[in-house]
């Protein structure tokens, strides 16, 4: 394994750490942006600050305040001194087409992501943008 892919395995590695600050039960979600070999932003799926830390309703699904790990970490950005063109998104798990318009707006360049989803619509439209989309197995995180 060469230098950058054993960095992009540490920090998907890391990510999936991070996931678990989230309180949600039903996917906990995490996503560190690195630019530089510095990790700039990182985030988790969860609500909103100051919102209880309560993310599925009585029924199980996901309650519709809930933000997505990668949109807490671009949010984060957006409230530091720092940006994120030409960065790299590590995430858990595929991003959706919401997110992934955050990223493209973000001017983010390339994302590496573990786990896929059964949707593929985030990813496609990243590839149509132009940003570099791989697909990292770490440590048999993926679900089919």
Known sequence: ?????????????????????????????????????????????GTPSGFPNVCEGADGLTLPCVLHAEANAITKIARSGNNSDGATLYVTDAPCIECAKLIIQAGIRRVVYARSYRLTDGIDLLRRAGIEVEHLEVNGADNP
């Not at 395995?9 to 989230?22: C, F, G, V």
């Not at 949600?24 to 985030?43: E, F, H, N, Y």
């Open 1 to 45: 394994m060469d230098k950058s892919s054993l960095l992009d395995s540490r920090y998907l590695r890391m990510a999936h750490i991070w996931a678990e600050n989230s309180y949600c039960t039903r996917r906990q979600v995490g996503a560190l942006i690195v630019k530089d070999k510095m990790i700039i932003s990182d985030g988790y799926n």
